[in-house]
Nanobody, 119 residues
Framework: QVQLVESGGGLVQAGGSLRLSCAASGSIFSINDMGWYRQAPGKQRDLVADISRGGSTNYADSVKGRFTIFRDNAKNTLSLQMNSLKPEDTAVYYC?????????????WGQGTQVTVSS
């Protein structure tokens, strides 16, 4: 079994910062691409940022220059540093990873962590 567990969400004022973390555990051979997605109420789940195993990154235009994604391949962890937060960043944030496993190789999702930015 493979699990992704997020942490670090919470309530913050506009202009503040939060760091989200995601830890992957279980029967893992390796992890390829990892990413953060978010879903606001009544909206679809959208990509925030993703990162390849080699460290290549990709960001949604709305977060460029404010968010930084990084990972630790040795520890199977993923993080998202979020600065200059805006009320429109309010959403449930989900960790995503493509995991090579002897049980099931494919895409896994975390349970989500709530981020709320007050104005």
């Amino acid at each position: 079994q493979v699990q992704l567990v997020e942490s670090g969400g919470g309530l913050v004022q506009a202009g503040g910062s939060l760091r989200l973390s995601c830890a992957a555990s279980g029967s893992i051979f390796s992890i390829n691409d990892m990413g953060w997605y978010r879903q606001a109420p009544g909206k679809q789940r959208d990509l925030v940022a993703d990162i390849s195993r080699g460290g290549s990154t990709n960001y949604a235009d709305s977060v460029k220059g404010r968010f930084t994604i990084f990972r630790d391949n040795a520890k199977n962890t993923l993080s998202l540093q979020m600065n200059s937060l805006k009320p429109e960043d309010t959403a449930v944030y989900y960790c995503n990873a493509y995991v090579v496993s002897n049980l099931r190789t494919g895409t896994y999702w975390g349970q989500g962590t709530q981020v709320t930015v007050s104005s």
